[in-house]
């Protein structure tokens, strides 16, 4: 599918359910830019999303409220537009479920039509929700002594003229763009790797580097995946970004070299 359906549109908000709010596109169009082919997709991961605005009503027309986590596999064929993903959970709003069991299995089930492959949902009563706030893994960034010259993508910045290591390291400073909006994107990547030791100030130079780009939480994590890959050669690669929420939806894509167990449900300070 073309375009990218609500987003930037003027919005009608639906408040009775309605599974036509989602609106999908396709992975293809961006990893073709990147020379992935469908079918020989050269990573692992799920998409994560978090969803702190989810409701209901029960038979009595009492609201209900829950936390929901969504887990799109990235070897999908759609990712969800994030803007038709809120008007879609807006949807159940005033919709009489009598079970949070039902609300689960129509997500599970829209979701997974929408998106091409089997896609998880857990809903969690917010009176058993847990979610500390929790500080990212690793060594961080940030205050390296670093100057910075490009605000596009500058994967020459990148290099492992390091001996071998095992390293998670860290930056608050990522930012892209929405593609259609323009809008900011604000989160933190970790990077999780075995292998020639990363040069940090390179590293840092080439996460800002995103500042001004233009493209999907999930294509942007792709990108940076492939270009750590092919600059450093690292035995083991890990990218995770943790993107600030917005609309009540965070979104939190995770791409790998091996088939891992998905991380623990968890937040930083800006989620």
């Known amino acids: 599918m073309t375009g990218h359906g609500p987003l930037g549109e003027h919005t009608h908000y639906v408040s009775r359910y309605d599974p036509e709010q989602l609106f999908p596109i396709r992975r293809a169009e961006t990893r073709a830019s990147l020379g992935i ?18 409701s209901w009503l029960d038979e009595r027309g009492k609201p209900q409220v829950a936390l929901a986590r969504f887990q799109i596999p990235c070897d999908s064929e759609c990712l969800v537009e994030s803007k038709s993903f809120k008007l879609y959970l807006n949807s159940f709003n005033q919709s009489v ?81 929405c593609p259609v909006t323009g809008q900011p994107d604000w989160a933190t990547v970790e990077i999780r790797y075995r292998g020639p030791g990363i040069d940090r100030e390179g590293l840092l130079r080439y996460i800002v580097s995103f500042r001004e780009h233009q493209d999907f939480h999930e294509h942007c994590v792709e990108r940076m995946f492939l270009d750590i890959s092919e600059r450093c050669l690292p035995e083991f690669l890990q990218v995770y970004a943790r993107y600030t929420r917005r609309g009540g939806l965070d979104i939190n894509p995770l791409r790998s070299s091996e088939a891992l167990e998905a991380p623990e449900f968890q937040r930083l300070i800006r989620q």
């Not at 082919?37 to 989810?54: A, H, I, L, N, S």
């Not at 969690?124 to 060594?139: C, H, I």
């Open 97 to 177: 479920f009598a079970r949070s069991e039902a609300v689960r299995d129509y997500l599970v089930q829209d979701l997974s039509r929408a998106t091409g492959a089997t896609v998880s949902v857990e809903l969690t009563p917010l009176a058993s929700a847990r979610l500390p706030v929790q500080e990212p893994a690793g060594d961080c960034l940030d205050d390296l002594p670093v100057t910075i010259e490009h605000y596009h993508p500058a994967p020459e910045n990148l290099s492992a003229p390091n001996p071998v290591v095992s390293e998670t390291l860290y930056s608050n400073l990522l930012k892209s763009n």
């Open 37 to 54: 082919r469908p079918g020989d997709v050269p990573f692992y991961g799920v998409d994560f999303w978090t969803g702190y605005e989810v």
